[in-house]
Structures are given as C-alpha cells and as structure tokens.
C-alpha cells in the first residue's frame, strides 16, 4: 500500500519555507536593491551560495551546526530545548537557507528595475520607506514576486541533498517526497517510485503554468 | 521665505563640476531656474527636495531648517512639506488617477481637496482611470494635482512640460499658473523654455556652470539675451494699431516701428531697447 505522507510532507515544507522566506527576503531584497557598499556585496555573495554550492556541501554545514555536539546546536539545545537535526524544524530552516537566493532574487531585480523617481514620489509626499516599499514598490512587480515564490517552492520540492544530510529519511517525520522516491527505487519498487515521480512531475508543471499565465496577464495589462 | 546656500561637487559628462549657489526667494512666487543641460538645474532641485545631500550649507524654508552641514540638520524629503513633478511622472502604475492624488492624504483628512484638483485639472470625467490609459498631457496633470494636494511649502517641478506637444504645453502652462496662484504656492520650476519662463515665473535664475550668472526679471532677461543692433528678422504680421510682429530666428517679437510702411515679409533690421520690446507667445501668431 502506498503512503501519501511523503507528498504531504513535501507540500507542507514547500508551503512554510515559501512562506518565512517570502517574509525575510522582501526586506533583504530591498536593502540589497538600494546604494551599493562593500558590506551589501559581501551579503550578496552569501545569499547567493546555495546557487553555485552542491547541496551536500550547504547540508554538511547545517549538521554540524545543528548538531548538539557543537557550539550552536549544544546552545539551542540547552537554552530553547530545540533539536534541529532529524527534525522537520531543522529541515524547514535548512531549506529557507538553501531556497533564499531563489526568492530574493527576483524581487531585488523586480525592485532595481523600477525608475527611482517613484520611490522618490512617495518619500516626497510624506510615505515612510516602509509605507513605499508596501504601498507602492511590491504592487507594481507583481510578476517578480510571483516568479520568486513560485522558484522558491519548486526549488524545494525538488530538494534532495540538503533534506537528506540534515533529515535522514524518517517516515512522517522528515522523508519527503525526493527522498522517498529514492528509497523506493533502492529497494526495487518501481511502481511507488512511479507514483511519487509523477505527482511532483504535476505538480511542477502546474505551478509553472500559472506562473506563465499569470505573467501573460499582467504584462497585456501594462504593467512594469 | 526660502533661502538657501549650497555647495556640491557634482559628476557630469564632462567631468568635475563644482555647484555653488545661493539665493532667497519669497513666499508665493513662481521662480524659474534656466541654463544648459549639465549646469546643475536638477541637482539643485533635488538637493531642495531632499533627495540629493549637499556637501555644504544650508536650507532655511519660513521658520524651519532643512538642511544645515554646521548643526548637521537634513531633514527626510517626507518631512520637508515639498511638491514634486518628475520629468517622468513618477506616478503610480497600479493606482487609477483618484487613488494617486488621494495617496499622499491620511486616512482621516478630508478628501474634497482632491476632487477640487480633479476638477482644476479637467481630470473628473478620468478619475477612476489607470494611469496606462492616458495620454502625456493628462498624466502630467495628474503629476501636478498629486504634488499639490499636501499644499506644500514649496512646489519643485523638474522640466514637468518638456515630454508634451507644444498645444498641450499651453494648456498646461495655463494650468500650472492657475493652480500656483490659488493655493498661494512657492514654485520652482526647471526649464529650457523662454516662452513658457516669461509666461509663467516672476524672476528667472540663469544656472551656468554651477553657479547663478543672472538673477532677473524673465522678460528683461530673456531681451538682454539678445545682442543689440544685430537683430535681423522677417515681418510676419502687422496689427491693427501698426505695431510689427517680427520673426527672429525662431522667436517673436512686437515692435512699434519708426517707418509705418512696413508689410509682411519685409526684412528689418533691430536695435534692441528692453522698454519697447515685448516677447510674444509663439502660438499667437
């Protein structure tokens, strides 16, 4: 019989990491689109590692810093009674790292593309940085977001690496589709492997298309 | 009252320029800044707004200080009680005509201002229109009624007519004057345009170089641009009382000429005398 939890699993961490990234990227995003300094490249750099880094390499790193053996992970444990590794916690925080140059990204170039002058507009008539950022600068890219939270949850709906180095592959807990799909194929169940395989192809396809179609939309409209 | 003492070594085209300029411009008048392209006009204008820092100086506007290097004041553009019209706009593309005026309004002011600038502006039949739908001249009445609807200190406008035909610039020059005279606004206005400097303001600065050459009256300015006694044009029409409407180069002027058998296309020959020389509107003629 074969168990959906790997799938639901995989929505529910694609749902939540889509979700915190989309809350911490938008302010980030629109630091990184202002003047340029030394410090902000440095920041960049570091937001954009899990671009070019294989995700074994990012997963190594969070379980060593998750682990209780160490610094960090022994402080979470002994002061929040927090343990990140083997953990759906640990594999949220793990895939908002590995997932946040896919959402801040899109909406750092959304927002450079705009003319300055309408930021400026809003400043003049009395609308704080925040009030701009909400009010008038996120309105007019909707189709940046749109591509930025799209990118972020099929990014991690296809995570594999990061999920297994931090995760392991516990059923309910932290076996999410990618892996179980895996596990399915080492063990020579092909139909299961099948059945997982093809809900993901699906559903990826699916959320492309709105994407596109909505994109269609807004750009028949005029919009930036 | 404005005032204000600036210094800024600014980065152009062609090279280094250093932007000094000082000057004190009353409440309520309509003052023009004129000069090449690269003399320092915008930076001025944002530095006024805010939007730019002076390395130097200070800005005092009625009782407030805006910017002072010595006490290190510089107060945010949102604090600054300034109107601003982009050369772009700057409107807001997912706001209709109605919402982009009202935006700059609290939640608990009272709109009627804003359905008196929709009206002022001829803009009342368009107020629920995207900002995509209208033409330049329409979005630029829009700009100028969103800048407005605070009834700032001081109204900057950054060459607001340079992008419209030249009939809808007459209207909207006509517009801007109104709207400068009935909510009693201190305006300074960039521009490239004799004609629309002379209509419009009662002092014109001349920016070259960073520095201001000539503060003046805009017609007695834009007279003494001419060189005497080298003015050479063509008679373009006579009027009733005899006076001549001459075409020089590509402006006009109305003179009462000595000899009275003048006609059209008659060549003549100037000397110019500020106190019987008047600039014409180009579109009168």
């Known amino acids: ?224 | 009252m404005i005032e204000f003492s600036l210094h800024k070594t600014l980065h152009t085209a062609e090279g280094e320029m250093q932007l000094n300029v000082s000057a004190k411009i009353e409440s309520g008048k309509f003052v023009s800044l004129y000069g090449a392209s690269g003399s320092g006009k915008t930076s001025l204008l944002r530095m006024l707004a805010g939007f730019m820092k002076p390395e130097n100086g200070y800005i005092k506007v009625n009782d407030a200080v805006w910017f002072d290097r010595a006490k290190k004041i510089n107060t945010e553009p949102q604090h600054r009680k300034i109107g601003f019209v982009f050369q772009d706009y700057a409107l807001f593309p997912n706001m209709n005509v109605r919402e982009n005026i009202s935006f700059a309004l609290k939640k608990n002011e009272s709109k009627e201002i804003v359905d008196e600038l929709l009206e002022l502006s001829g803009l009342s039949n368009l107020a629920n229109r995207k900002i995509q739908a209208l033409s330049g001249g329409q979005q630029q009445r829009v700009a100028l009624a969103r800048a407005i609807v605070k009834k700032p200190s001081v109204l900057l406008l950054d060459e607001p007519l340079s992008a419209v035909d030249s009939g809808m610039r007459a209207q909207l020059q006509g517009t801007l004057a109104e709207m400068h005279k009935r909510f009693g606004l201190t305006t300074i206005l960039v521009s490239h345009n004799s004609d629309e400097i002379v209509k419009l303001s009662d002092t014109v600065f001349h920016l070259e170089n960073g520095k201001f050459q000539q503060q003046a009256a805009p017609a007695t300015f834009f007279l003494n641009a001419f060189t005497p006694g080298t003015l050479t044009g063509t008679i373009v029409a006579i009027e009733d009382n005899g006076n001549a409407v001459v075409l020089i180069d590509d402006r006009m002027i109305r003179i009462d000429p000595s000899i009275k058998r003048l006609k059209i296309n008659d060549k003549v020959e100037i000397i110019c005398d500020p106190g019987t020389v008047s600039i014409l509107d180009h579109r009168d003629c």
Do not use: C
Request: glycine share 6%; hydrophobic share 50%; charged share 10%.
């Open chain 1, 1 to 224: 019989m074969i168990k959906f939890d790997p799938i639901w699993l995989t929505l529910k961490l694609a749902f939540g990491t889509t979700l915190i990234l989309f809350i911490v990227a938008v302010p980030l995003a629109n630091w990184l689109s202002g003047k340029r300094n030394i410090f902000k490249t440095v920041i960049e750099a570091i937001v954009s590692m899990p671009l070019v880094l294989p995700p074994t390499v990012i997963g190594f790193y969070l379980l060593l810093a998750f682990s209780p053996a160490n610094g960090f992970g022994k402080w979470l444990e002994q002061w929040l009674n927090l343990r990140l590794v083997f953990s759906f916690s640990g594999l949220l925080i793990a895939s908002v790292i590995y997932s946040l140059p896919f959402m801040v990204h899109p909406i750092r170039s959304g927002l450079s593309s705009l003319p300055p002058s309408l930021k400026e507009a809003a400043y003049s008539l009395g609308k704080t940085k925040w009030q701009t950022l909400l009010k008038v600068l996120l309105p007019n890219i909707k189709p940046s977001m749109l591509t930025a939270i799209v990118l972020s949850f099929a990014h991690t709906v296809g995570e594999f690496g990061v999920v297994l180095m931090i995760g392991g592959n516990m059923p309910g807990k932290t076996r999410t589709a990618s892996i179980a799909i895996y596990d399915e194929v080492e063990t020579f169940n092909y139909y299961n492997a099948n059945v997982y395989a093809g809900i993901l192809l699906v559903l990826s396809f699916i959320t492309l298309l709105i994407l596109y179609s909505f994109n269609r939309k807004t750009q028949q409209q005029g919009f930036y």
